[in-house]
Nanobody
Framework: QVQLVESGGGVVQAGGSLRLSCAASGETFSRYRMGWFRQAPGKEREFVSA????????YYVDSVKGRFTISRDNAKNTVYLQMNSLKPEDTAVYYC???????????????WGQGTQVTVSS
């Protein structure tokens, strides 16, 4: 079992930045690939970014490439999502999730956090 708790969400103006954190507890964090997903009102949950267990490789959905950066600190059992140049369309609840494989497929993630709200005003 892995427990995940996100933090760092909030309200920011367009062009601003936020850094989301996801703290993990339970099983060995470094074994898991980690992902960030988001869900806007009335829309399906979508993949945002993923990182391998060592942090050596990262993946992004096209809409956030060049603006978002995923990273992890296995010593702190934490994964981060640095979000820069935020746009109103980035407004959503952001979730972190843990998977035994590196993937963008929601169904392959076994553990999920409760989510943190990000609101970008225009």
């Amino acid at each position: 079992q892995v427990q995940l708790v996100e933090s760092g969400g909030g309200v920011v103006q367009a062009g601003g930045s936020l850094r989301l954190s996801c703290a993990a507890s339970g099983e060995t964090f470094s074994r898991y690939r980690m992902g960030w997903f988001r869900q806007a009102p009335g829309k399906e949950r979508e993949f945002v970014s993923a990182i391998t267990s060592s942090g050596s490789r990262t993946y992004y959905v096209d809409s956030v490439k060049g603006r978002f950066t995923i990273s992890r600190d296995n010593a702190k059992n934490t994964v981060y999502l640095q979000m820069n140049s935020l746009k109103p369309e980035d407004t959503a609840v952001y979730y972190c999730a843990a998977s035994p494989v590196t993937t963008s497929t929601i169904g392959r993630y076994d553990y999920w956090g409760q989510g943190t709200q990000v609101t970008v005003s225009s």
